[in-house]
């Protein structure tokens, strides 16, 4: 017992690991492998083609990174994955804002830094001014 947890601790040492896009990764490996299976069901020989082989990139790329021994890239790998992930949940998160205060406000973008303002939904010509930037623009309210 003792020889084989210490085969395995050389093994893994020095590896990277698991991390959010490496967790990513398995979830998008499920997903081609059901993918796999419709193929397999609907018998068609070209679907089934393309999803093995991006099946297999992906498992290739899950365990390339997963015992990778190059951290530093890795770990700005995540950075990245996760900086997209923000802005795609961020997005989604200011549509349901958006529906939410659809009555009382309105959502502008600054033409200057393109922070999203919220302002108050207040028919006419106002002008705005921006918290994070300081300038200010004219916003017409319908
Ligand atoms: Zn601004």
Request: glycine share 8%.
């Amino acid at each position: 017992m003792g020889k084989i947890r210490a085969f395995f601790g050389r093994l893994f040492a020095g590896r990277y690991g698991l991390d959010s896009l490496g967790k990513f990764n398995i979830i998008a490996i499920l997903l081609f492998l059901i993918l796999l299976n419709i193929g397999y069901a609907v018998k068609n020989n070209v679907f089934v083609w393309v999803v093995r082989i991006i099946y297999i990139l992906l498992i290739m790329l899950f365990f390339f990174r997963a015992l990778s021994k190059n951290h530093v890239k890795r770990a700005l790998e995540n950075q990245k994955y996760l900086g997209v992930k923000s802005r795609i949940t961020g997005w989604f998160r200011l549509q349901k804002q958006r529906f939410r205060d659809r009555k009382t406000h309105i959502y502008r973008k600054c033409p200057y830094c393109r922070a999203v303002l919220r302002l108050k939904r207040i028919k006419g010509k106002h002008r705005a001014a921006c918290p994070k930037c300081g300038a200010s623009f004219e916003v017409n309210v319908r």
